[in-house]
């Protein structure tokens, strides 16, 4: 069993073809899928996904640190409406970008601490964006940790010491299309990591991994990143998939 741990399904880009391209996830092997919210804007998409497999696909709900504008507090209530009237299995994708525009800073670290605390609240598990914000996430998890963080650090981009300090604040590291990238860097010390601190992930359709780089990406190009930690870990692609679908499991208590 393989589990993609952070798809979005609903994107447009998947308009014409999203039965197939599900279809060809599940003839690969992927059997769970962990949808991400972003904004409001996909809250109806994502729920009509899950209607349409309910056996398959596993909501969250959060407000991503792209869509913190001027608007963020309607936003948040969106959130907290959500989570307060049906269960989700994360708070996410939730935390920081500074990539693309940092004039709204203190309004993201605001988001992403209240998020957190609902999380703890719920005893959710979070799911981590971070781009450009290595610091800025790391500060608020020191303020936050307790036995009652845990969660995935989506698309960890970052070094050996800061792979060690998510994993130190409860954080499984969300592994995908970057592994194989020649210029990706973290499959040059992923095996001083254990296998049981890692997730497998798509992000599709955005980082397909090699040799679909640069094209949209989706959910049954995970075997791409399962052989990439093969040839890392020296191990079968099926204990890949049985630890990293295990590791899911535990972070999203199902």
Not at 55 to 68: A, E, R
Not at 83 to 100: H, P, Q, S, V
Not at 204 to 226: D, H, M, Q, W
Request: hydrophobic letters at 40%.
């Amino acid at each position: 069993m393989i589990t993609d741990t952070h798809t979005h399904l609903y994107s447009e880009q998947f308009n014409e073809d999203r039965e197939a391209m599900i279809q060809r996830a599940k003839d690969a092997g992927v059997s769970r899928f962990f949808i991400p919210a972003i904004d409001s804007s996909y809250t109806k998409s994502m729920l009509d996904l899950e209607k349409e497999n309910p056996n398959d696909v596993f909501l969250m709900m959060g407000l991503h640190p792209t869509s913190v504008k001027e608007n963020y507090l309607e936003e948040l209530a969106h959130v907290k409406n959500w989570i307060d009237k049906r269960n989700f299995y994360a708070i996410g994708e939730i935390g920081i970008d500074l990539f693309w525009d940092k004039s709204f800073l203190a309004q993201q670290q605001e988001t992403f601490k209240t998020q957190i605390r609902w999380a703890k609240e719920k005893k959710l598990p979070i799911v981590i964006h971070c781009r450009n914000a290595f610091d800025e996430i790391f500060e608020i998890l020191e303020t936050e940790k307790s036995d009652d963080l845990r969660g995935v650090f989506h698309c960890f981009t970052g070094t050996l010491e800061q792979a060690k300090q998510a994993i130190s604040y409860n954080m499984k590291l969300g592994i995908g299309g970057v592994a194989t990238f020649k210029n990706g860097k973290i499959d040059t010390f992923l095996n001083e990591i254990g296998l049981q601190h890692i997730v497998l992930e798509t992000d599709a359709p955005y980082l397909a991994p090699v040799p679909y780089r640069g094209k949209r990406n989706e959910s049954s190009y995970i075997t791409n990143v399962i052989d990439k930690l093969v040839d890392i870990y020296g191990v079968s692609f099926e204990e890949i998939a049985k630890i990293t679908t295990q590791n899911s499991k535990d972070i999203f208590s199902i």
